[in-house]
């Protein structure tokens, strides 16, 4: 079992910066990819940003590319999301996945998930 936990929201104004961290405990095995998700109100869930905790290549939406930075820190067990230049469109509830594989954008590789993280960009 893989327990993730994020933090880090908040409310931000347009064209501000927040950081959140997906803090993971637990057995790993072979969950190495680790992937951003976020839900906006009355929107499907959509993938944001990914990470393989090995290799630390990584992966974007376009929606974010330029401006959000997904990192992961192996002594720490942690993923982070260094999100710039805010959006209104960037308001959500933010979720941290843990999967094994597959395409990274969709739910159904991932096995493991966060209670989620509220994010509010104001224009």
């Known amino acids: 079992q893989l327990q993730l936990v994020e933090s880090g929201g908040g409310s931000v104004q347009a064209g501000g910066s927040l950081r959140l961290a997906c803090e993971a405990s637990g057995f790993v095995g072979k969950n190495y990819v680790r992937t951003w998700f976020r839900q906006a109100p009355g929107k499907q869930r959509e993938g944001v940003a990914a990470i393989l905790i090995g290799s630390l290549n990584t992966h974007y939406a376009d929606s974010v590319k330029g401006r959000f930075t997904i990192s992961y820190d192996r002594d720490k067990n942690t993923m982070y999301l260094q999100m710039s230049s805010l959006k209104s469109d960037d308001t959500a509830t933010y979720y941290c996945?843990?999967?094994?594989?597959?395409?990274?954008?969709?739910?159904?590789?991932?096995?493991?998930w966060g209670q989620g993280t509220q994010v509010t960009v104001s224009s």
């Open positions: 996945a843990a999967g094994a594989g597959g395409p990274w954008r969709q739910e159904r590789f991932y096995d493991y």
